[in-house]
Every structure is written in C-alpha cells, then in structure tokens.
C-alpha cells in the first residue's frame, strides 16, 4: 500500500531533478519547489489534493502490476 502522507511529503525532491544535498543550486531549486508547491496547496487545495490522488493511484496501480508481475513465469 502506497502510503500518502510520504508521496505528499516526498513530492518537491520527486519534482527535482538533481540531488538537493550536493550543491547549492540544486538545494535552492528544490527548497524553491516546496515552497511553490506549498502556496499551491494553501491557494487551490481542491485542485492539489486532486492532482495528488492522481499521483498515489498511479503508484498502487504500479505497485500492483510489480507485484502480479513476480507471479507470473
């Protein structure tokens, strides 16, 4: 089961493309997209909350096949 308070929390460094903890540019644009993210919610929490179920229901389906999937010869 994929858990929802994570995937919301994990979200900014799944939006980032390099590693945050290495450089200081990559840091700023990840602490710039949690806070983008962060206004997002606190101004259209309707479409956020929308876009994140999006998001957790594509991860249990893929959680699912992966597991279907060893099943299978």
């Given at each position: 089961?994929?858990?929802?308070?994570?995937?919301?929390?994990?979200l900014?460094?799944?939006?980032?493309?390099?590693?945050s903890?290495?450089?200081?540019?990559s840091?700023?644009?990840?602490m710039?997209?949690?806070?983008?993210?962060?206004?997002?919610?606190?101004?259209?929490?309707?479409?956020?909350n929308?876009?994140?179920?999006?998001?957790?229901?594509d991860?249990?389906?893929?959680?699912?096949?992966?597991?279907?999937?060893?099943?299978?010869?």
């Amino acid at each position: 089961m994929v858990n929802a308070d994570r995937v919301k929390r994990k979200l900014p460094s799944l939006l980032v493309d390099d590693c945050s903890n290495r450089h200081k540019k990559s840091w700023n644009k990840f602490m710039r997209t949690r806070s983008r993210l962060s206004n997002f919610k606190k101004h259209n929490p309707e479409r956020f909350n929308t876009l994140t179920n999006k998001i957790i229901a594509d991860l249990t389906e893929l959680e699912k096949a992966s597991q279907t999937g060893h099943d299978k010869p």
